[in-house]
């Protein structure tokens, strides 16, 4: 048997037809004005929107003449207590004769302060830097011979004698901090949010 071959198409225009005369392209200028032309012969459709745009809250201005209140951290809230109990303690010694009341009454707005300045996260150093911050403010005020050994001597006889001062400090550190907590852990639960371990 004889086999046929088959051409593959071609896809050039064939010669036998006649080919179609050209349009002339519209110049860069006519595009605009055909473009207009076009544009305007659709049909108007529904216009989308653009979403808008969401600017952040401006932050609140501090209130003239209020408190100041800062958010100091675990190590922050040690140091601030530690310098103000120590320049506290050495006015009470230059101003009233190393009086050891006047040191412990100025010891409690401290306490309380520190607790109140406190960041969330670090709630629990509070109670722990403020019977740090009472001995080192007492260094100025222990009354002791020369030496270290006499101002150790009198460190230790002024913690022994102003425990209830310290013990009162803490407590209102102790108090705070336990308030603040559970309000903290009242608003986390009002919004869902597990609190942590």
């Known amino acids: 048997m004889e086999q046929y071959r088959t051409r593959s198409?071609?896809?050039?225009?064939?010669?036998?037809?006649?080919?179609?005369?050209?349009?002339?392209?519209?110049?860069?200028?006519?595009?605009?004005?055909?473009?207009?032309?076009?544009?305007?012969?659709?049909?108007?459709g529904p216009r989308r929107r653009p979403a808008p745009v969401r600017r952040p809250?401006?932050?609140?201005a501090p209130?003239?003449?209020?408190?100041?209140?800062?958010?100091?951290?675990?190590?922050?809230?040690?140091?601030?207590?530690?310098?103000?109990?120590?320049?506290?303690?050495a006015l009470c010694s230059a101003l009233?004769?190393?009086?050891?009341?006047?040191?412990?009454?100025?010891?409690?707005?401290?306490?309380a302060l520190t607790a109140l300045w406190v960041r969330r996260g670090d709630l629990m150093t509070a109670p722990v830097v403020v019977p740090i911050a009472f001995a080192?403010?007492?260094?100025p005020v222990a009354d002791g011979e020369d030496g270290s050994g006499g101002t150790l001597m009198g460190l230790v006889t002024a913690l022994a004698t102003q425990a209830g001062w310290l013990y009162?400090?803490?407590?209102?550190?102790?108090?705070?901090?336990?308030v603040r907590r559970i309000r903290m852990v009242r608003r986390r639960r009002t919004a869902g949010v597990r609190p942590p371990v």
């Open 9 to 44: 198409p071609q896809y050039g225009p064939r010669r036998d037809r006649p080919r179609p005369p050209r349009q002339p392209v519209p110049s860069q200028a006519g595009r605009g004005a055909g473009g207009e032309a076009v544009r305007a012969a659709r049909p108007p």
């Open 57 to 60: 809250a401006p932050a609140p």
């Open 63 to 89: 209130a003239a003449g209020g408190l100041p209140n800062p958010r100091l951290t675990g190590l922050g809230s040690g140091l601030f207590c530690a310098v103000v109990m120590f320049l506290l303690g």
């Open 96 to 111: 009233f004769g190393a009086s050891l009341t006047a040191y412990g009454v100025l010891f409690l707005p401290v306490s």
């Open 136 to 139: 080192v403010g007492l260094l």
């Open 168 to 178: 009162g400090g803490t407590l209102v550190t102790g108090l705070i901090v336990i």
